[in-house]
């Protein structure tokens, strides 16, 4: 989605501005532009479709310099990708300019009342209307600029981040928030805006995260923030704990491939973090949460979007085995619209690696008006997810770069393992020797990823068999049933193949069809002692029957795998339950190299955004 950067202070913001765009090029873009108020008194614009390079070529070609300026990387909702569509916005005089993320819904409407009033629209976006209602609230000059700021969007309806200067106002940025992200960085003697961390991350340590109807007004020496009714607020300043190198590629060829190896570390912080020396787990506020509402709960209902949907899926298995509660998994696009029917004292968790996906926070919102508590599972400390739940369960994934989800995946399937583990301690439905026999096989999880990590070159091997194909179906059953959807997510996310995923048991049921010689069919085939491993063997006969060319996620050693398989990628074994954990990193290698292979942008996936912003 859209990224906003801004800057005001004693250097070039041109540079800056780009820096900050750089590292929100991930969050997925196809045009991007600046304005920067420059010595001259000229509010001067530069914009270009496609890559950041363009605008880049632009600056060097036709060089902009000031100290107050504002960056924009465009995902185009309103007006197709184009450079008169392309942020900043102005108005008629090219006096005001802004940058938006979101979707200011009454856009037409106040379109017409300015167009009646005489201003000229350049553009089909919804953002210009703010320059030009600001323009026209300013015209009698009876009000502030930061007064015709908070009244424009008083008026405006929908979502927005926005940064905003003013041509004869050389030393103040204004930063608005109403549901999309914004956060301001407070340097010395310069302050920042952008739409997440990472993006400033080598800029400054210290950020304030604005909440929804405030106004900041940025000088060098100081941030003051107001609400829409002008009430002041005392700005809270937070120290970001996060490494300038979390956010860098530490010499991998992607940000992907770095996140998948990233894993084994990860998920050793949160058991570190979790889980203790008598093999106990622990999730803070969450745990407090959990321990209130544990004996009376009536139902859980997870809910998310996308891969993290996928995590949800996982964490109702458990939730349900363990701590013997009804669970329901449900997208946050289509909870909020379904008028659900939920039974008293039901227990909300919404999962996101972002936090600020527009369809999970309208559920939990709605979820919340239902008198729910909700528990959130997020790996970006300061969203809007975590500020918004009851209790905040922080993934420590670190910044995730690459578009397609990997480490911050892994992250959530463990933090729900820990949420039913400490659901069913705490309901009596679960042991402390069960607890530890789990969390001690938890422990064990990061080496056995670091065994497949160990054998990338492997799967490299058995992709360039596949990576033609046109089509590829993803097999599992019930804990592995979600990891196939996942892997296949992940792979016609980056590689573009066509690829579904499927409980292998409904198979027969239809995609059957599609089985033949050229269909590669990715099985999820551990452990090997299970529930539903014989009918996972029988379902690979029913493949081998049409002779669809299996590729199984496989123990090492599984002579059975062996013979019936055309390529295996061996996994170590851990409980079912937890092979997940294993084995979706087999699956993210495969549709790696399948994208690499396919010569595709792997971190910035074509149309997708990292953090979807709006609906
Ligand atoms: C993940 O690979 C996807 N890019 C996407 O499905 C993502 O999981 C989804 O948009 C939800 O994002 P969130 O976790 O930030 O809420």
């Not at 880049?56 to 185009?76: F, K, V, Y």
Request: hydrophobic letters at 40%; one cysteine or more.
């Amino acid at each position: 989605m859209c990224g906003i950067v801004g800057y005001v202070g004693p250097r070039n913001a041109v540079p800056l501005l780009l820096e900050g765009m750089q590292r929100l090029e991930y969050r997925g873009y196809d045009s991007a532009g600046v304005a920067v108020r420059q010595a001259d008194g000229r509010l001067a614009v530069r914009k270009r479709v496609g890559r950041l390079a363009n605008l880049e070529e632009a600056l060097e070609t036709e060089p902009l310099a000031g100290q107050l300026g504002i960056g924009h990387t465009r995902w185009a909702t309103h007006g197709e990708p184009s450079e008169v569509n392309s942020h900043p916005h102005v108005d008629c005089a090219g006096n005001i300019a802004a940058v938006h993320n979101g979707i200011i819904e009454n856009y037409l409407a106040l379109r017409s009342d300015l167009e009646a009033k005489g201003h000229v629209f350049r553009s089909q976006t919804d953002t210009e209307v703010i320059p030009h209602l600001i323009e026209e609230l300013l015209k009698d000059g009876a009000v502030s600029r930061s007064a015709a700021i908070r009244q424009a969007l008083r008026q405006a309806q929908g979502a927005y981040a926005l940064g905003i200067v003013f041509r004869d106002e050389p030393a103040v940025l204004y930063a608005a928030r109403c549901g999309s992200p914004l956060i301001v960085g407070v340097g010395e003697g310069e302050q920042f805006i952008a739409s997440d961390v990472p993006a400033i991350l080598n800029r400054v340590k210290q950020v304030i995260y604005l909440n929804d109807g405030e106004v900041a007004e940025l000088r060098p020496a100081g941030v003051a923030m107001a609400k829409l009714d002008g009430t002041p607020v005392q700005p809270e300043i937070k120290t970001v704990t996060l490494r300038a190198e979390a956010a860098e590629r530490a010499g991998f060829e992607t940000f992907m491939l770095k996140e998948i190896h990233e894993q084994p570390r990860v998920l050793r912080t949160m058991l570190e973090t979790h889980v203790g020396k008598d093999g106990a787990v622990n999730l803070g506020e969450v745990s407090d949460l959990l321990a209130a509402e544990a004996a009376g709960l009536q139902r859980i209902v997870i809910l998310a979007c996308g891969t993290a949907y996928y995590a949800g899926m996982y964490g109702r298995l458990l939730l349900e085995a363990w701590a013997g509660i009804p669970c329901e998994t449900d997208l946050g696009s289509e909870f909020r619209y379904r008028h659900p029917r939920l039974p008293e004292r039901t227990l909300v968790v919404a999962v996101s690696q972002s936090g600020e996906t527009a369809d999970t926070l309208a559920s939990v919102r709605l979820a919340r008006r239902m008198e729910c508590k909700v528990v959130g599972i997020c790996n970006v400390a300061g969203s809007t997810l975590l500020r918004e739940s009851d209790g905040g369960l922080l993934t420590q994934a670190g910044p995730e770069i690459g578009v397609a989800s990997t480490k911050a995946f892994s992250a959530q399937l463990l933090a729900f393992a820990l949420l039913a583990i400490r659901l069913a301690r705490l309901r009596g439905a679960m042991d402390a020797a069960r607890e530890r026999e789990l969390t001690a096989a938890l422990a064990r999880i990061p080496d056995g990823i670091h065994r497949v990590l160990e054998r990338q070159d492997d799967v490299r091997r058995i992709s360039q068999k596949y990576y033609e194909c046109y089509n590829a179906l993803y097999l599992g059953r019930r804990f592995n049933y979600p990891i196939a959807l996942e892997g296949a997510l992940k792979n016609k996310e980056i590689s573009y193949q066509h690829a579904e995923g499927y409980a292998a048991g409904e198979m027969k049921h239809g995609p059957i069809a599609l089985i033949n010689e050229f269909l590669p069919v990715v099985c999820l085939c551990t452990p090997t002692a299970d529930e539903v491993r014989d009918k996972m063997v029988s379902n690979l006969k029913e493949v081998e029957a049409r002779k669809g060319r299996i590729i199984a996620v496989a123990a090492e050693g599984d002579a059975t795998l062996q013979g019936l398989a055309q390529d295996v990628i061996p996994v170590p074994e851990t409980i079912e339950e937890f092979s997940p954990l294993i084995n979706v990193v087999a699956l993210q290698l495969f549709a790696y190299y399948n994208a690499k292979l396919r010569g595709a942008d792997i971190d910035k996936p074509r149309n997708l955004a990292k953090s979807v912003t709006v609906e």
